[in-house]
Nanobody, 127 residues
């Protein structure tokens, strides 16, 4: 079992920044590939960013490239999503997800790839 708890969401003006954190407990964090997804009202859950368990490989949704970064601190069992230059269209509930037993340098970009999910944190960007 893996428990994931997101934090760091909030209300921010367009152009601002937020840093989301996802604290994991349970099975060895370092063996998990991690991802961030988001879901806006009335929309499907969509991929935002992914990070291999090694931390060597990462991938971003096109709209996030150049604005968002993903990183992990295995000593703290935490994955981060740094979001800069935020836009109103980034408004959504953001979820972190873990894929257990993943290969070292592989990242995953579809929700079905992931085994565990957090409860989500709301991000609202005002224009």
């Amino acid at each position: 079992q893996v428990q994931l708890v997101e934090s760091g969401g909030g209300l921010v003006a367009a152009g601002g920044s937020l840093r989301l954190s996802c604290a994991a407990s349970g099975r060895a964090f370092s063996s998990n590939a991690m991802g961030w997804f988001r879901q806006a009202p009335g929309e499907e859950r969509e991929f935002v960013a992914a990070l291999s368990r090694s931390g060597n490989n990462k991938y971003f949704q096109e709209s996030a490239k150049g604005r968002f970064t993903i990183s992990r601190d295995n000593a703290k069992n935490t994955v981060f999503l740094q979001m800069n230059s935020l836009k109103p269209e980034d408004t959504a509930v953001y979820y972190c997800a873990a894929k257990t037993g993943s290969r070292r340098d592989i990242y995953y970009i579809t929700p079905l790839d992931y085994d565990y999910w957090g409860q989500g944190t709301q991000v609202t960007v005002t224009s």
